[in-house]
């Protein structure tokens, strides 16, 4: 390092964007204890952009730790970054900055006339608000005036590669500025206040004026054959979106500013939030996934199932007791169930724990599957017994002194169980083929 530390003076003052008339600093925040960082809509998705980003979450809290001390210094806004100095607590300073895609011309033009067809929407952004349809009609447009996923590129001198406490407590500082001044958003993506303001004054202007020539030119009509051939030239639909590579990464609670209810499990909240982004994703899967219109339609989970799907992804202790005792299951009972839950989700569940009496159709069915797996005077496989000798208590058949059942489900599958001291355990998927769901019960040959 020089012998003049940069960081005691002004830090920008080699900075080649110093002259740039479209710059603008910000003098630093003071520290705010027990306040919320984003008290707008806008704001909160400027930082689920950063905390959707950042591969650490554990970086991204300490960085609000740091936002939250004032270790943030004046933070200088311009077409595609900010750049600010963040101490460390040891008083060590790291320049910092933050890259945001500038938009083209095109996007501008865009943005600019979706803007200025609402006379509502320019009030609002006079009066320092981000009306939401405009940034929803914006970015059907394909312009998305808000960050999203990966949109903010870190750099700091501390050379972290992904989002370090200095580049988040930035984010979390720029959020205050975004909660008072929408513009700095505007100014991120390419233009200052009074070009943007100049520009929508002058569409409005030109939005006022045009009416009368488009109603002159509504008075001749327009051919039903134009209407119609204008109609096969239109473009396809665009494909589906992309499964994404894996799960979004849910936004950490900000548990430093001690207005959380007393009592609030953070665990607990943050673990639910984490299967709610697995369990999407893995929905999205589905929906994306070959035939899936074809496919018939599930029924909706129960709450006891969802606690043994919540179950099968935690990994506390203390997360699984306490769903165990809100489903009504001891431990035992919920690791039957999780158990279950692997070879069949939800239907596999009922099965281990819900026992029914078929009736007259779905017995004679039942009893049809039986004949043909084991068709009389034919041998079974290996050479065993034709029909194995299968006692039946209402939907589940058991074989008298050994350690085989199976067990028969509302949509006629047969699932494969085994007895395990005083229990009896699943032991694999179901098979409509009754012979097929025991011969999974059979050990392997070794030399198979």
């Known amino acids: 390092m020089n012998a003049q530390d940069p960081y005691t003076s002004d830090p920008y003052a080699s900075d080649p964007y110093a002259q740039d008339p479209y710059e603008k600093t910000f003098p630093a925040l003071p520290p705010a204890p027990g306040r919320a960082f984003a008290l707008t809509w806008w704001g909160h998705a400027w930082l689920r952009a950063l905390e959707d980003s950042a591969l650490d979450g554990q970086q991204v809290k300490q ?170 030239a239109l473009p396809p639909l665009p494909p589906p979106a992309r499964l994404p590579e894996a799960p979004g990464q849910p936004p950490t609670l900000d548990t430093e500013s001690g207005t959380e209810p007393p009592g609030l499990d953070v665990d607990g909240v943050e673990f639910l939030a984490q299967a709610a982004a697995t369990q999407a994703y893995r929905l999205l899967a589905e929906a994306l996934a070959p035939a899936h219109a074809e496919r018939a339609p599930q029924p909706a989970p129960t709450a006891a199932h969802d606690a043994v799907r919540l179950t099968a992804e935690a990994h506390d202790l203390r997360v699984r007791s306490r769903l165990s005792a809100a489903s009504d299951r001891d431990r035992a009972a919920m690791d039957r169930a999780v158990l279950a839950w692997g070879f069949g989700g939800a239907p596999a569940v009922s099965v281990l724990e819900e026992d029914w009496t078929p009736d007259r159709t779905s017995l004679t069915r039942a009893r049809a599957a039986l004949s043909a797996a084991w068709p009389e005077g034919t041998d079974g496989p290996d050479g065993a017994a034709a029909d194995p000798v299968l006692r039946r208590i209402r939907s589940r058949w058991t074989e008298p002194g050994g350690d085989r059942q199976l067990r028969l489900d509302r949509e006629g599958r047969w699932w494969p169980y085994r007895r395990a001291v005083d229990h009896w355990l699943p032991a694999g998927p179901p098979s409509a083929d009754p012979a097929a769901a025991l011969a999974a019960l059979d050990p392997e040959d070794p030399e198979d």
């Open 63 to 232: 960085g609000r730790r740091y936002a939250r001390s004032g270790a943030v210094g004046a933070v200088t806004v311009r077409p595609g970054g900010l750049t600010a100095v963040v101490r460390d607590p040891d008083g060590t300073a790291h320049r910092t900055d933050v890259l945001v895609q500038e938009f083209t011309g095109a996007q501008w033009d865009r943005l600019l006339g979706m803007a200025a067809a609402e006379s509502g929407h320019i009030a609002a952004l006079l009066d320092r608000e981000v009306p939401p349809e405009l940034v929803e009609d914006a970015a059907a447009a394909g312009v998305d005036l808000l960050p999203g996923i990966g949109d903010l590129e870190p750099r700091c001198d501390c050379e972290e590669w992904d989002h370090c406490p200095h580049t988040a407590a930035l984010c979390y500082q720029v959020a205050r500025l975004l909660d008072q001044d929408p513009f700095v958003l505007l100014l991120l993506r390419g233009r200052a206040e009074a070009g943007v303001v100049a520009e929508l004054e002058e569409r409005s202007t030109a939005e006022a004026e045009a009416p009368a020539s488009r109603e002159s030119a509504a008075d001749a009509g327009v051919l039903a054959s134009e209407v119609y051939a204008a109609a096969s």
